[in-house]
Nanobody, 115 residues
């Protein structure tokens, strides 16, 4: 139901913009949903990065505050994660999540930050 894109290799201090689209989700299901970005680094548990409600209220993990911005475009059924001032410790697979119910996950997109 969810498809991420925009990952890649970037140097420390650089920026990336992740996108997540829901091509098969109808608008009436997408729009009321809280949408989240998670990440999982090798050998670590998946962790919540940012969240945006249907009212566009946002929350961020402390380790990305001031650097990452989550946003959504309901008309296009997309959610974005703008990542600035990237650090090597941001290296992970980033996953899009639609809280639901039912809950949906994307397949993930790899972000690698070199020092």
């Amino acid at each position: 139901q969810l498809v991420e894109s925009g990952g890649g290799l970037v140097q420390a201090g650089g920026s990336l913009r992740l996108s997540c689209t829901a091509p098969r989700m109808i608008t009436s299901v997408f729009n009321p949903n809280t949408l989240r970005w998670y990440r999982q680094a090798p050998g670590k548990q998946r962790e919540l990065v940012a969240s945006i409600t249907s009212a566009r209220d946002t929350t961020y993990a402390d380790f990305v505050k001031g650097r990452f911005t989550i946003s959504r475009d309901n008309a296009r059924k997309k959610v974005y994660l703008e990542m600035n001032n990237l650090k090597p410790e941001d290296t992970a697979v980033y996953y899009c999540n639609s809280v639901g119910p039912p809950e949906y996950w994307g397949q993930g997109t790899q972000v690698t930050v070199s020092s």
